[in-house]
C-alpha cells in the first residue's frame, strides 16, 4: 500500500469517526432521537412541550412528564405551565367568585392564550395543605398485569414503575384493561368494532377491552 492510499484510508477513518461522535451527540441532546436501552425515552403520541421559565415538560391527557437521567419521567404538574385545553374529566369550581379548573389535585385558571396551572386557592389549601400534590401519586393508575409484569394504566396510556419514577410505555399487545378513554373513537373494520385512542387500538372482549394490532392489513387478528 503507498503513502497515498494510507493516507486516504486514515483521512475516511477520521471522518467516520467524526460522523460517528456527532450522531451520538445528536441523539443525546434531541429527545426525538430513540438510543436504545434508554428507560421511558420516549413519549406518548401527541405529546406536547411546554416550557416553564427555565424548565422544559412535556404534557399528554393531563400527565406531565420531565426528562431524567435516563428517559422521560412522570412529573407533577409545574406551577405556571399553560395548555391550550383542559383534559376530559376536569371540574369546574368556584372559590370566592373565582373560577377553577381541578383535575387530578392540578388547578387551572383561564388565561388568554388557554389554561394556566395555579397553586390551589387559599380555602382549599387551609384545608388540605397539600391538595396541590397527589399524596399518593398511584392511586389514579389502574393496575394492569401482562404475564407476570404489572404495569399501570391510565387515560388510555401504559405505563412502568422503575427506580427513576413512572415513564410511559408502548401499549403491550395483548394487554386487557376495565376501561377506555372516553373520547376513543369506534372504528368498523371487516365487521368488527375496534376502538381507536391516540394510535393504540383496543377490542371488547368478556374480559375487558383488549390491546391489538392495528386491524387494517393484518390478514387475521389472534383473538
Do not use: C
Not at 426528562?67 to 412529573?75: D, E, H, L, M, N
Not at 394510535?199 to 368478556?206: D, E, L, Q, S
Amino acid at each position: 500500500m503507498n503513502h497515498v492510499t494510507k493516507r486516504s484510508t486514515l483521512m475516511l477513518a477520521i471522518a467516520a469517526i467524526a460522523i460517528a461522535t456527532t450522531a451520538i451527540e445528536t441523539a443525546e441532546a434531541d429527545p426525538r432521537v430513540e438510543v436504545r436501552g434508554s428507560i421511558g425515552l420516549r413519549l406518548p403520541n401527541g405529546a406536547i412541550s411546554i416550557s416553564v421559565g427555565n424548565s422544559r415538560y412535556h404534557y399528554h391527557r393531563g400527565t406531565y412528564y420531565k426528562k431524567g437521567k435516563r428517559g422521560y419521567v412522570v412529573a407533577s404538574p409545574p406551577r405556571g405551565a399553560v395548555i391550550r385545553e383542559l383534559p376530559r374529566g376536569h371540574t369546574r369550581i368556584v372559590i370566592a367568585g373565582d373560577v377553577y379548573y381541578r383535575y387530578r389535585g392540578a388547578y387551572y385558571r383561564r388565561e388568554p392564550h388557554g389554561y394556566i396551572v395555579v397553586d390551589a386557592p387559599l380555602v382549599v389549601r387551609e384545608k388540605t395543605p397539600t391538595s396541590t400534590v397527589e399524596t399518593d401519586p398511584l392511586k389514579n393508575y389502574q393496575s394492569v398485569w401482562v404475564g407476570d409484569q404489572e404495569l399501570l394504566f391510565r387515560d388510555g396510556q401504559f405505563f412502568e414503575k422503575t427506580p427513576e419514577g413512572i415513564v410511559w410505555i408502548e401499549a403491550p399487545i395483548g394487554a386487557i384493561t376495565p376501561e377506555i378513554p372516553a373520547d376513543a373513537v369506534s372504528v368498523w373494520y371487516q365487521d368488527r368494532e375496534y376502538f381507536d385512542s391516540d394510535g393504540v387500538y383496543f377490542r371488547k372482549t368478556p374480559e375487558g377491552y383488549k390491546v391489538v394490532e392495528k386491524p387494517w392489513g393484518e390478514a387475521v387478528l389472534n383473538e
